[in-house]
C-alpha cells in the first residue's frame, strides 16, 4: 500500500518518491521497496533532492486560516513609551479633524455651503488616516499540533517550511493582540513633569527680575524649548493620571480597548466644541453683553455639552462594561482623552504669553482641570456600571429561574492543588497529614484575575483605604451625569464669579486671587478623587 498524500513529507506530496535512509553510493538515497530512488546531490549545505528527468517537485500550497482555539490569547511585549508615541501622534490628527469638522456646521449656520462642503472634502482623508491609525492589530500565529496522520515538514505562509521531530499537523490563525495595558510608572512621569514646571518655573522668575536686555535672553532661550515644553505639558499629565489610575483600580485592560476609550473621549470634543462655540449661542439674545455670553457658555453649555458627549462615548462602549470598576475605569479613560485634547489647545495658546503663562496653565490644568475631566466622567462611567451589573444579574436570574440573590460577600472558588503525575485532585487534608503547609490565601492573590483579592500592587492602597473615607457612588448613569454636570458647572462658575467679583482691580490682585482660588479648587479635587477612588475599589468588579 502506498502511504496516503497527507502523510508524505513536504515536497514530495503526489510524487511517487519517497526518500529514507542514507545516501547511497552510486548518488541515490534508499527508498522503501516499490518506490525507487530518489537522486541526491551534495553541495556544501549537505543533500539536495534532485527530480528525475522530465520531472520536477511542487511545494504544496499552504492550508487556509482557521478559527483560532477560543482558549488562545495572544499578546506582545509591553512596551509602555511606543504606546505614548502612538497617543500622542493619535490627539493631533483628533485635534486637526476636530478643527475641519467644526467648519461643516459653520457653513450651513453662516448660509455658506461651499465653506461646508470644503470642510467634509478634507476631513473625509483625516478620517480614513485615523480609522487605518486605529485598525485592529492582530498576531498571526502558526504552530504545529501532534497528529499521527500529519507530517513532518509543513510549508509557512511567509514562506520557508517548518520541520518537526514528529508527525504534526500545521494549523495557522489570525488572532487579536490581547496585550494589557501597560503604561509608564506615574511616579516617573510626575517626575518628568515637576522637572518641565521646575525649570519654566525659574525662567518665569528671571524673566520678571532680571533687566531687559538679560530678559530677552531669557526669552530666546524660553522659544528654544516651547515646543517640547507643549509636548510635554499638555500630554504627560494625562499619560500620569492614566498610570495611575490603571494601576490603583485593579481591572486588567487590554491595551486595545484602553486605546479605544481614550480616542473616544478626543472624538467627544468635536460635538462638544460645536455645541459650545455654534449652537448654545445662537439661543442666546443679542442684547448680552459680551461678558454674559461668555459666561453662560462657561457655566451651563460647556457643563452639560462637554459632559453629554463624553457620557455618549461612554455609552457606546457600554458593552465593555461589566460593574462599576469597569464603568468608572471607561469613564476615567474618556474623561482623560477629553482633556487630552483640550489641553493642547489650552496650553498652545498660553505659549504666545510667555513664560509665566506657560507655567500657570500647565501646573492649574495638569493638576486640576485633566483629573476634573476624568472624575466627572467617571461618576457617569460608575452609573452604567451599576447598571449593566443589575442588568446582567437579571438576565442569569430570569435564566436560572430563581430570584436575585446579591450576597454581602460573593463566594470565593475553591483552589485545589493537582497532583502533575495522575492530574488527580489532592485533598487538604492529604496535604496536611504529609506535613506541608499550603498559604491558599497566597495563592489566590498570586492566580488573581480580578476578584475580591487583591493582587499584590493594590494590597498598600488597600490597606491605606482602611483608614480613609470614601464617597457614595452613583448608582445609575442619569445620576452619575448630573452629578458630573454639577461637579463641572461649580468649577467653571466659581471661576467666572471671581473674575466678575474683582473686575476693575489691579492685574496683579486679580491673578493672585484667582490663583488662589485655582489651587482651592485643585485640591478640592484631589480630595475629591481619593475618596471616589478608595469607593471605586471596594465595588463590585463583576467576577462573582
Request: glycine share 10%; hydrophobic share 45%; charged share 15%.
Amino acid at each position: 500500500m502506498q502511504p496516503a498524500d497527507d502523510e508524505l513529507p513536504y515536497g514530495m506530496q503526489g510524487s511517487p518518491f519517497l526518500p529514507e535512509g542514507t545516501p547511497a553510493a552510486d548518488g541515490t538515497m534508499g527508498a522503501r521497496p516499490g518506490y525507487g530512488h530518489v537522486p541526491v546531490q551534495q553541495t556544501d549545505w549537505g543533500s539536495t533532492l534532485v527530480a528525475p528527468a522530465g520531472q520536477q517537485y511542487v511545494i504544496p500550497e499552504v492550508k487556509p486560516l482557521t478559527p483560532p482555539p477560543k482558549d488562545v490569547q495572544m499578546a506582545r511585549v509591553a512596551s509602555p513609551w511606543k504606546t505614548y508615541r502612538r497617543i500622542l501622534g493619535t490627539v493631533f490628527l483628533a485635534w486637526l479633524l476636530a478643527e475641519i469638522v467644526f467648519t461643516v456646521p459653520l457653513g450651513f449656520a453662516l448660509g455658506e455651503p461651499s465653506l461646508s462642503i470644503c470642510g467634509a472634502i478634507f476631513a473625509a482623508p483625516l478620517i480614513l488616516w485615523l480609522g487605518f491609525l486605529r485598525r485592529p492589530r492582530v498576531i498571526h500565529l502558526q504552530r504545529a499540533v501532534p497528529n499521527a496522520h500529519g507530517a513532518q515538514i509543513h510549508p509557512l505562509a511567509g514562506g520557508g517550511s517548518l520541520q518537526t521531530p514528529t508527525t504534526t499537523r500545521f494549523e495557522h490563525h489570525l488572532l487579536r493582540d490581547d496585550s494589557v495595558l501597560d503604561t509608564p510608572p506615574d511616579k516617573t512621569l510626575w517626575l518628568l513633569f515637576a522637572g518641565l514646571i521646575g525649570l519654566l518655573l525659574v525662567m518665569s522668575v528671571l524673566y520678571r527680575t532680571l533687566p531687559d536686555d538679560a530678559a530677552l535672553i531669557v526669552l530666546l532661550l524660553f522659544a528654544l524649548i516651547a515646543i517640547p515644553a507643549w509636548l510635554f505639558g499638555f500630554s504627560i499629565p494625562v499619560l500620569a493620571w492614566w498610570s495611575h489610575s490603571t494601576r490603583n483600580i485593579g481591572v486588567h485592560t487590554r491595551q486595545r480597548d484602553a486605546e479605544a476609550w481614550l480616542v473616544g473621549g478626543m472624538l467627544a470634543a468635536i460635538p462638544a466644541l460645536t455645541i459650545n462655540s455654534l449652537f448654545f449661542p445662537m439661543l442666546l439674545w443679542d442684547s448680552l453683553s459680551d461678558f454674559q455670553t461668555m459666561a453662560l457658555i462657561t457655566v451651563v453649555s460647556a457643563p452639560v455639552g462637554e459632559e453629554l458627549c463624553k457620557g455618549m462615548f461612554v455609552w457606546l462602549f457600554r458593552h465593555k462594561i461589566r460593574s462599576p470598576r469597569h464603568g468608572f475605569q471607561v469613564g476615567f479613560t474618556v474623561g482623560l482623552g477629553f482633556a487630552m485634547l483640550e489641553n493642547l489647545s489650552y496650553i498652545l495658546s498660553s505659549m504666545f504669553g510667555g513664560p509665566v503663562s506657560l507655567t500657570l496653565t500647565a501646573l492649574i490644568r495638569g493638576l486640576g482641570s485633566i483629573p476634573g475631566h476624568a472624575f466627572w466622567t467617571g461618576l457617569t462611567g460608575v452609573g452604567m456600571g451599576w447598571l449593566m451589573l443589575h442588568q446582567a444579574q437579571r438576565a442569569r436570574a430570569a435564566t436560572a429561574g430563581q430570584e436575585i440573590v446579591t450576597p454581602d460577600e460573593p463566594e470565593l472558588p475553591e483552589w485545589k492543588l493537582v497532583d502533575p503525575k495522575t492530574g488527580q485532585f489532592i485533598e487538604q487534608a492529604e496535604v496536611e497529614s504529609s506535613g506541608s503547609q499550603i498559604d491558599l490565601g497566597l495563592v489566590k492573590k498570586l492566580l488573581h484575575r480580578g476578584g475580591d483579592e487583591p493582587p499584590p500592587q493594590l494590597e498598600h492602597a488597600i490597606e491605606r483605604d482602611e483608614h480613609r473615607a470614601g464617597i457614595p457612588l452613583p448608582k445609575h448613569p442619569l445620576i452619575g451625569l448630573g452629578l458630573a454636570m454639577l461637579g463641572h458647572a461649580f468649577w467653571n462658575g466659581s471661576l467666572t464669579f471671581l473674575e466678575w467679583a474683582l473686575r476693575g482691580g489691579s492685574d496683579t490682585v486679580v491673578i493672585v486671587v484667582q490663583l488662589c482660588w485655582s489651587l482651592v479648587l485643585v485640591m478640592g479635587i484631589l480630595t475629591l478623587g481619593r475618596g471616589l477612588l478608595v469607593s471605586v475599589r471596594s465595588a463590585p468588579d463583576g467576577s462573582s
